[in-house]
């Protein structure tokens, strides 16, 4: 459990904010310039805060108040920058191996061949990192953090320098470093997707303070959120049971507490429990049951909330079976079709795109 | 003419190496050798944590070091040996203090020579060295630090191994420039053959000599044949070492 207190002032920019990272991946996101960086350096130590207090499990790590500032090599924090930073004079071994040599005696020794094997960069240990492409610095930058035996590890926008393919080339390899070791993450981004697949925990940054935190399904159905994660990739998380594929019209059938929804076909096996990310411009309500319409996918919903925003749109909260999720539409159609709290209604998905826990890429965002 | 002649013969002479040279330029080739090894040596690590301080954020006195650092680049030769002979003469505040303290004299002796070669050869050790640091991403070493390494073990670990290439780049200038260094020398540590007569001042004495042209012309040629291979050692070690950091930066 990581806790960091901090307040920073930058000329006219103020930053005041309490963050708690339980086990699991706790993801700081927001815009590009709310401060996340900055708030992973303080927990780094690589910055002071002008005021505040870094506590991870029960170390103190940084404490203005009791002039305590633990340098950053003594804290045992793996931080993936955001640009590699992979040693030049170095071959990928011993770049791999650099932290170990500092790691302390009685810290568990991972093992390379593992954590080349996980991160798929054991054909690289013999070149250099100048001959590597952006995706395999990244993975041999993510190995070099891990080996270093942290007690966290700290992962600054470790995709944003990547293209869209090598992104969602190294999604999996996070995914599967989030559910084999159990050393916690601080993942900072500013995108939504990334976070809907791997946060466990999100604390959403908002101009230098937390306007959101809690449980990633929480925040991420949370209607008043809306507007701070972002109107247009806003979407929350649904899971669903894979019930039945269907080869002959290419679907597959999975089971939600509502009901039965229906995907271009995918390659897990019956039972098997996905996260299904459903974005909140994609849903359209409907007071009655519609007919006659080519979505597949149309649950019974309870309305528990309604969130005008300052624009045209407002967001509905929808309690669909025993999952919370959000939907957008806009104003007129809440005032036209006198939706309020309470009211049962029919939400119409017009996609829905696989999320977190899924070991294969998102399929593209079909209508159905 | 009676130059270009002499020197004709003196090269194609097929004589041996050894018998080339006559005993007092062996003497000079070999003192030079020594001396500007020595200076090289010595001052090699003074001029890389100097390098180190100049190239770092500013700091109170930082403008100060560096043109003391540099003064012997722009001054006359002479005039910092003339003030090398007032300081560490014999007669001279640090000369008596290291005659007394620790028996050490260095007007008129070679140990004197290392001294003035160290000095004019420094600002290009320190030039070089300081070009290097400043290539250094100051990011790398967050990165080292956030893995576990206490800022010496960065800097032996990853600044000095990055930095190499302009270190042997310096130590090279340095050591060439301490073979041909002459006026700072020659005030301070004279000219005795088989004591302080470097190369340099080997070939102004044999000029001032009559028939000394002959030898001097074959201490000139030596002396080339020293800078060039010097020089080009230094570009084939710089560029052996880059070449390991950095083979073509292109990304796949």
Redesign the interface.
């Known amino acids: 459990m990581l806790r960091l207190e901090a307040q920073q002032t930058f000329g006219p920019f103020r930053m005041d904010v309490e963050i708690s990272a339980p086990r699991g991946t706790t993801a700081l996101f927001g815009r590009s310039g709310s401060g996340k960086t900055t708030l992973v350096n303080i927990v780094a130590g690589l910055l002071r805060p002008d005021v505040g207090r870094v506590v991870l499990d029960d170390t103190v790590l940084t404490d203005t108040q009791r002039g305590i500032f633990c340098s950053p090599h003594k804290r045992r924090l793996g931080y993936v920058f955001q640009d590699a930073r992979l040693f030049p004079h170095l071959s990928v071994r011993k770049n791999l191996l650099y932290g170990q040599r500092y790691a302390p005696p009685d810290a568990k020794p991972l093992d390379l061949m593992q954590i080349t094997e996980l991160l798929d960069i054991g054909d690289l240990l013999d070149r250099r990192p100048a001959g590597l492409s952006g995706g395999e610095r990244q993975r041999v930058a993510i190995g070099r953090a891990i080996l270093s035996a942290p007690r966290m590890l700290l992962m600054d926008e470790p995709l944003a320098s990547l293209d869209n393919d090598r992104k969602s080339e190294l999604l999996p390899f996070l995914e599967r470093l989030r559910d084999n070791s159990d050393v916690p993450i601080l993942y900072v981004s500013h995108s939504l997707a990334e976070i809907a697949r791997l946060a466990t925990t999100i604390a959403v940054i908002d101009n230098g303070h937390v306007s959101f935190s809690g449980p990633a399904a929480q925040v991420l159905s949370n209607p008043r959120a809306v507007h701070a994660l972002g109107v247009r990739e806003t979407g929350s998380i649904l899971p669903a049971t894979v019930v039945a594929h269907h080869p002959t019209d290419r679907l597959t059938e999975l089971a939600t507490s509502a009901g039965p929804v229906f995907l271009p076909q995918v390659t897990h096996a019956p039972g098997t429990v996905l996260q299904l990310r459903i974005a909140a411009r994609d849903i359209i309500l409907s007071k009655t049951r519609p007919t006659d319409i080519s979505a597949l996918n149309v649950l019974p919903a309870t309305i528990t909330e309604i969130h005008p925003g300052a624009g045209p749109g407002a967001a509905v909260g929808l309690m669909v079976g025993k999952s919370r999720i959000v939907a957008r539409i806009t104003r007129r159609s809440v005032a036209q079709m006198a939706l309020e709290p309470g009211q049962s209604v029919y939400a119409v998905l017009k996609s829905t795109a696989l999320a977190a826990g899924d070991e294969i890429q998102a399929p593209p965002a079909l209508s159905l | 003419m009676s130059f270009g002649r002499t020197a004709f013969r003196t090269l194609g002479g097929p004589r041996e190496l050894g018998a080339w040279l006559g005993p007092e330029e062996w003497q000079a080739i070999a003192l030079s050798l020594k001396v500007a090894f020595w200076a090289t040596a010595l001052s090699l690590p003074l001029g890389i944590w100097v390098a180190h301080l100049l190239a770092r954020p500013p700091f109170p006195g930082q403008q100060i070091l560096n043109g003391l650092v540099h003064l012997p680049l722009i001054l006359p030769p002479v005039v910092t040996g003339y003030f090398l002979l007032i300081l560490f003469g014999r007669q001279g505040p640090v000369g008596q203090f290291l005659e007394t303290y620790f028996g050490l004299v260095l007007a008129f002796r070679w140990t004197g020579a290392v001294l003035a070669t160290s000095v004019m050869a420094f600002p290009l050790l320190v030039r070089a060295i300081r070009l290097g640091f400043e290539t250094v ?1 100051p ?2 070493h ?10 010496a ?1 960065v800097f032996l ?2 600044t000095l ?2 930095i190499l290439p302009h270190i042997l780049t310096g130590a090279i200038l340095a050591f060439a420039k301490a073979l041909g260094e002459f006026g700072a020398t020659i005030t301070f540590v004279s000219n005795i053959p088989g004591q302080t007569q470097t190369l340099p001042s080997a070939i102004y004495t044999f000029l001032q000599v009559p028939g000394g042209e002959a030898a001097a012309v074959r201490l000139v040629v030596v002396s080339i044949v020293l800078a060039v291979g010097a020089l080009a050692l230094s570009e084939v070690l710089t560029r052996r070492a880059r070449a ?9």
């Open positions: 991403d990011r790398l967050a990165a080292a630090s956030t893995l576990g390494a206490a800022p073990s670990s990853v191994p990055m390991r950091i950095e083979p073509s930066d292109a990304q796949a």
